[in-house]
């Protein structure tokens, strides 16, 4: 029972004294291990350490640490969701369960950690490679900055993440991530995701007045979110933070030109990455 999927052990580590692998589901010769690695200068595996330890010493160090490992569990970990078709043309529900890699935690805790110090206005880019489960760290990072308050009045560093897309699935995928982190009802938002009978523009005005923590949103759309928070002055006093996913090829051209050129209206209380 110990090893059985979802009710036993939510990870598995396989370490040498150099290299680390996790995997979520123990499936015989099948099981699939992802590197849970810092990487080394650009590349696979992890850095020499100067100090004697072994180069994965950072996995008891950080990883292990009882109140990063208690957030891992608390802020990380779920259950990914999602309908497959098989070759044979049979629908399934395929769950994964998810457990971030070292790249995606280390990323997120240390932007979340940045923006607690230093408030909104600052600007971060977050790096990753296809593959690498860039959908899951936007989640985490957009649900993370949402919960971020101040330590004397508790008031929130942001009132809404906007999150600026063009890819349906990214949408999709986000909602779900989202959801299965928090099942607080009304957390998230995508502005056309449904066909509500009224524009986009006041769909998202009215996610903005009401405080949706997370608005997804098109790259087409964004610069009327920017509008609101500008010019709308029910939103007056407010700080949002921006996530924009770039890998994909709407960022160039007229779309990407008009989104720079709104965000270099920001009035310096915004974050993109």
């Not at 919960?147 to 009045?153: E, I, P, Q, S, W």
Request: with cysteine; proline share 4%; charged share 25%.
């Amino acid at each position: 029972p110990l090893l059985t999927f979802k009710r036993g052990a939510v990870v598995h580590f396989a370490m040498s004294d150099s290299d680390i692998r996790m995997a979520t589901k123990l499936a015989g010769p099948d099981t699939y291990f992802l590197p849970f690695n810092m990487g080394r200068e650009g590349h696979a595996g992890n850095p020499m350490r100067t100090d004697g330890e072994y180069p994965v010493a950072y996995f008891w160090e950080q990883v292990c640490a009882p109140d990063n490992w208690l957030r891992i569990f608390h802020s990380f970990v779920y259950t990914e969701k999602k309908d497959v078709v098989d070759l044979s043309g049979n629908h399934q529900r395929k769950e994964t369960q998810i457990f971030p890699r070292f790249h995606q935690w280390d990323a997120v805790t240390k932007m979340i950690a940045d923006a607690k110090t230093n408030g909104p206005g600052q600007t971060y880019l977050c790096e990753h490679s296809a593959g690498s489960g860039k959908t899951s760290t936007i989640a985490w990072t957009a649900h993370d900055l949402i919960r971020l308050r101040t330590a004397d009045k508790g008031e929130p560093y942001f009132h809404s993440v906007i999150v600026v897309t063009d890819r349906t699935v990214l949408d999709k995928q986000l909602q779900d991530a989202v959801q299965q982190i928090d099942h607080q009802h009304d957390l998230i938002a995508a502005i056309g995701d449904k066909d509500s009978g009224e524009s986009k523009s006041k769909e998202l005005a009215r996610a903005l007045e009401r405080g949706t923590p997370i608005i997804v949103v098109t790259i087409q759309t964004f610069p009327y979110a920017m509008e609101q928070i500008l010019t709308n002055g029910k939103l007056a006093g407010r700080n949002f933070a921006v996530i924009i996913d770039e890998a994909h090829t709407s960022q160039t051209g007229s779309a990407a030109s008009n989104l720079q050129a709104t965000l270099a209206l920001r009035d310096g209380k915004t974050m993109d990455g």
